[in-house]
Every structure is written in structure tokens, then in C-alpha cells.
RNA sequence: GGUGGGGUUCCCGAGUGGCCAAAGGGAUCAGACUGUAAAUCUGACGCGCAAGCUUCGGUGGUUCGAAUCCACCUCCCACCA
């Protein structure tokens, strides 16, 4: 089990997985040299899921737990009706208690569905800080926790500098608070169950830290704390969001296909780095996928493997094939082959949908499906060959979509360059 | 409060009476090339099938004609205090 924790250190320094750690690495070493070490981080319900953002910890979970570890994840019931200030530029809206605690119930789930609740020894434990938080009141909160703060420090922290510095801005003591919440946590999850160290993204390093002092001052423990880095894209865009927005977890959210998609469409300068970050293959066989994709001078293989690991690991083995079924049939394949059932899989698979009567104008059927801005702008688009009908080209802008050209007299697939698509379903009259 | 500068089409930014739907750049979209990449090249980029119509902070005015001139209003910025 030694070599275990070892193994997992210098992996995680190979993936680049840490961005810092408290305290001699020696010492940290030799805690984690025993399995059965319990490892906390938290996720506060700012959502009614978790999204690809939320990946890197909650994978960093995982790989304690495979390495012999106990994860603890806790959902913020608590610190979600607060909101951390950290790194945010303006002070958030408060969200309603029953939201939250919806929201609390939701990532809970998610969670259980990534992490092992069942290995013997490291099985994965889901709390809720609203669970000793909630029912604290003031003094005690301001007697048994405040007292160990001081706010000449807590200002003077990077995470909340801009609010300070910027008056029009501001903090409300609600939300500079939150540091003394989170690591209130910590010291709890300490005393509860002995946990000795707590991760999160590299914007909780000034929570942590300040978690790690009130450990050793309440419970005269010295716990430990480490942040993965900020995932970065090489083209300065954020990580994260595609055009429709934020890619969740929630397959209801984000559907299986276009989470497979925004995975598979990673630049070929980041994808090798997503795969140390994103999946548990060995740095070796990284190594080795790269060095192949290198020899190769085709399509590289990153891509995929990349977007089936997720997709696999999120979804599951059907997301998987829904996913992979759809993306070929829309890239390579011909619509015309699919079923009907299949068709009607692409939109609840999460393909834009469209239902319109039958027999109606082409250009008009692009505007309503946002693939073109104006009729104008359709029309140059049919005009340049960008318009597929069912994966033939449309070859005239007059053309009007009926019964007779639709597929099992029904659908239509329009594609608008390489990869905008619309379902439209024609009306039965 | 005083003075000076400014608000132009998604963004930056030219344009100071007609030749302006408005230079240039960026972003975006499409085509070619590709790997559903990158880079590059080409094209499009207010609306309209078209005649034409609606845009240049707002309102009114001058003029045959205004983004361009005038008045007022509004917002922003700089300096003064």
C-alpha cells in the first residue's frame, strides 16, 4: 500500500495535477503512505448540476480512492446559501433555501454515480455541511469559530483583494464570512472523521490554508491541503463552454452526444494535458498514444479516446453509444440509413429539433432553426454549397421541405457547414 | 461645480455636408485545403427576391441633401477642484 501512495504522488506530479501542496512534502508522503486516509473536497450547490469544471477534483477523489484512500465529498448545503467570494469580481445573489437544498439532493447524486460507494476499504462518503452547519447559532458560530480569525489577515488575502480594493464593489460580511464556513468544515471533517486533507481548484488555496490553521487550533491536528491547477485551453478561450454554454453533467442538461463532442473537439496542443487531467490511463500510455499520433500523419487518436473515456465515465457505456452512433451518423455517416427510432433518439439525444408543417420554405426553415441569421444570409448559404438535406447538398435556394423528400416521411437533417445541425420534424396534417 | 474630449453597424476604430450601409482590424459564418483540427487562401458579414428600406447616443432644427452643421437632452472619459 506504501508504493500505492508513492506511485499516486509522483503520477499526480507527472499529470500536473498539483498545483500547490502545504506543508514538506516528506511529512505528507508519510501520512499517505497508509491507506485508509480520508481525503475531502467540496462542492457547493451553485447549480442543479455539476459541470466539466467540477471534473479535475472530483477525479483527484477518485484517484486517492484508487489508491487506497477514503474520498469524502461534501455538498455545501451550508456554504451554498452563503456563496464564496473567492476570485469573483461583484458579490452574488443569494439563492433560496428550497433551491438549494434541491440543488444539494442533485449533485449528490451525481457524485455518488462517479465515485465507489461500495470498496471495502475506501468507500466514498457523501456529507452536507448544513448537517452541523445549520443548526449553529451566532454566539457560538462567533465565539467557537471567529475567535480564531483575525480579519487583518482574512483582508488581506488575494482571493478577496479586488472586492476590498474596489468600493464601488465591495463584500458583504455575508460573503467574507464563507472563509470562516469552509474551514469550519475542515476542522469538522477532522474531528468527524479524522480527515486530514482537503483539495479543490487552485482559487481555494486562501480557504484551505485558513481550514488547515483552524484544524490545528481547535483540534490541535495538522492536516494538510493541496489545489489542481486551472484548466486553460491554448487559444485563451475558457475551459469549459462551447457556444450553447456551459457543458454539464446532467445528461438532461448537456446531452451524452454533445459532451462526447466537446471533448472530441479539444486542440490537438491540449488534448494530450486533458488526458493526464481527465482520465486514468497511465502517463505511459499517454505517452505512447501521443508518440503514435506523432508517426501517424492522419486524424490523431487523442481526440477520441479522450471524449470515450468521459463519456464513458460520466454516462455510461449507453451515453456512449448514443453518443458515438449520432456522431456518426451527422459526420460520416448517411442519414438516410437511420431509423426512424433512431431519428427520433437524435432529439432526445440532444440534436436541435425543429417541428414544422410540412411544405415550407427552405430559407425560412434555416432562420427558424438558427442556422442562418436572415433569408438573405440563407441564401448565400445554399448558394456556397453549405446547406445538406438528409447529407445532400441543397442545390437551390427555392427549394420548399415536404413529405416526399423527408426521411420516413417525417424528418429532415439539415446541416449547415461541418457541424451545425437541425432535425426538423415535419407535421403530420 | 468649472473646462476639455467623446458616444459610429457584435467589438475596436476611421469617417466632419452628397461619391456612406458607412475605410481598416478583430470576432463570427461559409467555401477550398484538411482530421468534425491548426495554419493559409477566398468570400460573406443591417433588412429585403427586387425596387428599395431602416441604421451612426436621444429629440428637434438648418439644408435639395446630415453619421457629418445647429440647439437642447443624456451617458462616458480626462483635467481642474
Excluded at 487518436?301 to 454516462?315: C, D, F, G, N, V
Excluded at 433518439?345 to 417541428?355: E, R
Aim: proline share 3%.
Amino acid at each position: 500500500m506504501t508504493t500505492d501512495t508513492t506511485r499516486l504522488l509522483d503520477d499526480l506530479q507527472q499529470r500536473n495535477l498539483i498545483a500547490q501542496k502545504s506543508g514538506d512534502d516528506e511529512g505528507f508522503r508519510e501520512y499517505f503512505s497508509e491507506p485508509g486516509r480520508v481525503v475531502y473536497c467540496g462542492f457547493d450547490p451553485t447549480a442543479d448540476s455539476l459541470h466539466v469544471g467540477h471534473l479535475v477534483p472530483l477525479l483527484m477523489l477518485k484517484r486517492f480512492q484508487l489508491a487506497g484512500h477514503k474520498p469524502l465529498a461534501l455538498i455545501g448545503g451550508a456554504t451554498g446559501m452563503i456563496g464564496d467570494p473567492s476570485f469573483k469580481a461583484t458579490e452574488r445573489s443569494l439563492n433560496s433555501a428550497g433551491l438549494v437544498a434541491e440543488w444539494v439532493t442533485k449533485l449528490g447524486q451525481q457524485i455518488n454515480g462517479i465515485l465507489d460507494a461500495d470498496t471495502p476499504d475506501s468507500a466514498a462518503r457523501i456529507v452536507n455541511n448544513a448537517d452541523w452547519m445549520g443548526g449553529m447559532d451566532v454566539l457560538t458560530f462567533l465565539r467557537d469559530v471567529g475567535k480564531y480569525f483575525s480579519v487583518n489577515s482574512m483582508i488581506g488575502k488575494e482571493s478577496v483583494k479586488q472586492r476590498i480594493n474596489r468600493p464601488e464593489q465591495g463584500i458583504s460580511f455575508t460573503e467574507f464570512s464563507y472563509s470562516l464556513l469552509q474551514s469550519y468544515d475542515f476542522a469538522e471533517l477532522n474531528r468527524r472523521y479524522d480527515c486530514a486533507l482537503q483539495i479543490g481548484g487552485n482559487d481555494q488555496w486562501g480557504n484551505i490554508t485558513a481550514g488547515i490553521d483552524l484544524t490545528r487550533r481547535m483540534n490541535r491536528q495538522q492536516v494538510f491541503g493541496m489545489t489542481l491547477p486551472l484548466i486553460t485551453k491554448s487559444d485563451g478561450t475558457k475551459f469549459g463552454k462551447t457556444e450553447s454554454g456551459t457543458v454539464w453533467l446532467d445528461p438532461t442538461k448537456t446531452s451524452p452526444y454533445s459532451f462526447y463532442q466537446f471533448w472530441l473537439n479539444s486542440a490537438d496542443t491540449d488534448v494530450y494535458d486533458y488526458l493526464k487531467y481527465y482520465t486514468f490511463l497511465s502517463v505511459e500510455e499517454i505517452g505512447c498514444i501521443k508518440a503514435e499520433d506523432e508517426q501517424r500523419s492522419a486524424k490523431p487518436e487523442a481526440q477520441r479516446i479522450l471524449a470515450e473515456q468521459l463519456t464513458l465515465l460520466i454516462h455510461g457505456e449507453e451515453g456512449l453509444v448514443q453518443a458515438q452512433r449520432i456522431s456518426q451518423a451527422m459526420f460520416s455517416g448517411d442519414p438516410r440509413l437511420l431509423t426512424p427510432e433512431e431519428l427520433q433518439q437524435l432529439s432526445l439525444d440532444g440534436a436541435p429539433t425543429l417541428a414544422l408543417d410540412s411544405d415550407v420554405d427552405l430559407q425560412d426553415t434555416l432562420v427558424a432553426a438558427g442556422l442562418a441569421g436572415s433569408r438573405r444570409i440563407a441564401r448565400e448559404l445554399i448558394g456556397a454549397g453549405a446547406v445538406l438535406l438528409n447529407g445532400v447538398v441543397a442545390e437551390s435556394a427555392d427549394i420548399r421541405l415536404d413529405k416526399a423528400q423527408a426521411l420516413h416521411g417525417r424528418y429532415i437533417l439539415i446541416r449547415k457547414g461541418k457541424k451545425h445541425f437541425c432535425l426538423v420534424e415535419l407535421n403530420r396534417r
